[in-house]
Structure formats: structure tokens, C-alpha cells
T-cell receptor
Framework: DTAVSQTPKYLVTQMGNDKSIKCEQNLGHDTMYWYKQDSKKFLKIMFSYNNKELIINETVPNRFSPKSPDKAHLNLHINSLELGDSAVYFC?????????????FGPGTRLLVL | GDSVTQMEGPVTLSEEAFLTINCTYTATGYPSLFWYVQYPGEGLQLLLKATKADDKGSNKGFEATYRKETTSFHLEKGSVQVSDSAVYFCALSDRGTNAGKSTFGDGTTLTVKP
């Protein structure tokens, strides 16, 4: 069973479109995250939710809107896609919100904006 | 703020060579330290971690020791294999107001040649 899953795995779309990426974890974790990884492999946190509540919101354009319908799901909606949004987006989860907690990553969604 | 500095890559080694990837950190609190590994086309996964000074994390022949006096957490392996080719990320998770937020280094790409 996949612990953290993301759909879709690949997403190719035109500039200006709106798209969503879904994430689900079956680990029973309380905390979930979205990260963006650029072409140089730099990893940057975007959002974190704990028990469906937003706890980390980094400097991310408000075109990006996360939504957590329940503890096991954290989706990412992106409006008016731009070329610079092309990246790999990773969802992750951890048991608790706290230092020392291991994060478990999904396989990533490769977004290409044309 | 917190930061993690990793040895710049890429690193290319021959099979059975000794590996060191340096990692130093700055943190306002007393963090937990992690090494994550990302194999090609996959998400990150925990390699090892240490939660207090002088702790040694180890897994799959890799080791790293939490050195508070030098604020370092260098990754070592005595004899690398081709299958160790991946991107390695050093990370910290700090206690305090942003507990749960991890800070990642820029990643070091390792290629092991047969």
C-alpha cells in the first residue's frame, strides 16, 4: 500500500489554465505539507496543515490555494498557471507537528506549463 | 532564521570509494537533524536522523553524528555502490514557534560509477 500518494503524476498544461493536484496519506498522520522542487533540485516548503488547519504558509503567490478536506487529504489548486510554476510538487506527511518528526514524501507531480 | 549548508555537488565516485557529504547548520533552538535521499524519479525518503547532540544516526551503511560544537551533521559511507547514486538532502527541524517546519539544504547529487 502506498503511504503517501499523489495524482496526477504528470501534468502538462497551457499558461493561464487552472489545475489541481491531489494528495492522500494512509499513515494516520496529523500533519501534511506541500513542497516545490525546481530543476536544480532545490526544495522549498509551500504550506503545512495540522489537523486540517493551516500552520505554515510561506511566501507563495495567492494563485496557489491548499485545501484540506480531512486529515488524510491535502490538495493544491493553482490558478492562472505561469511558466515559472513548472516544477515537481511533493506532498509529505508527518505523525505530529513537531521537531524530530520524520516526513514521508509522495512520489511527486511533475508539472510542465507551456 | 534556520539554515542548512551542504557540500556543493555534483559528487562523482568510483564504486567502493569512501563518501563524505558535509552539512552544517544554524538554528535558533536545539534542532533535530536528518538526511533524506531522493532516488531518480522518486520522492524523498528518510535515510537517517539524530535528535540530540552526539547521537549517531545510521542506516544502509551510512552514518552521521550530531556535533553541536561544530554545528555539523556530515554524512559518511565507507564503501559506496552504484545503487547509492541519488540526491542527498541534509535537513533540520527546530523546536520553537515553527515546530514541524523543516529546513532543507540544497541537495548534493552523488553519482557512483562501476
Amino acid at each position: 500500500d502506498t503511504a503517501v500518494s499523489q495524482t496526477p503524476k504528470y501534468l502538462v498544461t497551457q499558461m493561464g489554465n487552472d489545475k489541481s493536484i491531489k494528495c492522500e496519506q494512509n499513515l494516520g498522520h496529523d500533519t501534511m505539507y506541500w513542497y516545490k522542487q525546481d530543476s536544480k533540485k532545490f526544495l522549498k516548503i509551500m504550506f503545512s496543515y495540522n489537523n486540517k488547519e493551516l500552520i505554515i504558509n510561506e511566501t507563495v503567490p495567492n494563485r496557489f490555494s491548499p485545501k484540506s478536506p480531512d486529515k488524510a487529504h491535502l490538495n493544491l489548486h493553482i490558478n492562472s498557471l505561469e511558466l515559472g510554476d513548472s516544477a515537481v510538487y511533493f506532498c509529505a506527511s508527518s505523525r505530529l507537528q513537531g521537531e524530530g518528526e520524520t516526513q514521508y514524501f509522495g512520489p511527486g507531480t511533475r508539472l510542465l506549463v507551456l | 532564521g534556520d539554515s542548512v549548508t551542504q557540500m556543493e555537488g555534483p559528487v562523482t565516485l568510483s564504486e567502493e570509494a569512501f563518501l563524505t557529504i558535509n552539512c552544517t547548520y544554524t538554528a535558533t533552538g536545539y534542532p533535530s537533524l536528518f538526511w533524506y535521499v531522493q532516488y531518480p524519479g522518486e520522492g524523498l525518503q528518510l535515510l537517517l536522523k539524530a535528535t540530540k547532540a552526539d547521537d549517531k544516526g545510521s542506516n544502509k551503511g551510512f552514518e552521521a553524528t550530531y556535533r553541536k560544537e561544530t554545528t555539523s551533521f556530515h554524512l559518511e559511507k565507507g564503501s559506496v555502490q552504484v545503487s547509492d547514486s541519488a540526491v542527498y538532502f541534509c535537513a533540520l527541524s527546530d523546536r520553537g514557534t515553527n515546530a514541524g517546519k523543516s529546513t532543507f539544504g540544497d541537495g548534493t547529487t552523488l553519482t557512483v560509477k562501476p
